[in-house]
């Protein structure tokens, strides 16, 4: 139909946390969530999944964008803006954006994401 029913998966070092709500029947979704959880001091990656949503089978993966602490690191007031997704299967090819805020809050000791997944193209 030349539409998808997105949503994200926010996952810290390959363990899913936050799941976005479904936004149906579009290419271009907007979520506008903000996310603050937990982050343990050894994280490495942040890497957003943005899925289709399939009643019929398995869901298929749209694209995704992976933020390292590295990345973070080199953001110390957070980052935002549009990132370009980029395919998870190498046989897929994968356009589109999300636009997305994430920033690391507290000391070493407690430190938190908060992440805003607001919308994609």
């Given at each position: 139909?030349?539409?998808?029913?997105?949503?994200?998966?926010?996952?810290?070092?390959?363990?899913?946390?936050?799941?976005?709500?479904?936004?149906?029947?579009t290419?271009?979704?907007?979520?506008?969530?903000?996310?603050?959880?937990h982050?343990?001091?050894?994280?490495?990656?942040?890497?957003?999944?943005?899925?289709?949503?399939?009643?019929?089978?398995r869901?298929?993966?749209?694209g995704?964008?992976?933020?390292?602490?590295d990345?973070?690191?080199?953001?110390?007031?957070?980052?935002?803006g549009?990132?370009?997704?980029?395919?998870?299967?190498?046989?897929?090819?994968?356009?589109?954006?999300?636009?997305?805020?994430?920033?690391?809050?507290?000391?070493?000791?407690?430190?938190?994401?908060?992440?805003?997944?607001?919308e994609?193209?």
């Amino acid at each position: 139909t030349g539409s998808s029913d997105p949503y994200c998966i926010v996952k810290i070092d390959d363990e899913a946390i936050i799941r976005t709500a479904t936004v149906w029947k579009t290419l271009s979704p907007f979520w506008g969530e903000e996310y603050e959880v937990h982050l343990q001091p050894g994280f490495h990656s942040i890497s957003i999944y943005v899925m289709d949503e399939d009643a019929l089978s398995r869901d298929d993966i749209i694209g995704k964008v992976c933020i390292t602490r590295d990345m973070l690191a080199e953001h110390p007031k957070g980052y935002s803006g549009w990132m370009s997704l980029s395919e998870v299967d190498p046989h897929e090819e994968v356009q589109g954006e999300i636009h997305l805020r994430v920033e690391v809050l507290g000391s070493q000791g407690s430190r938190r994401l908060r992440c805003s997944v607001l919308e994609a193209r």
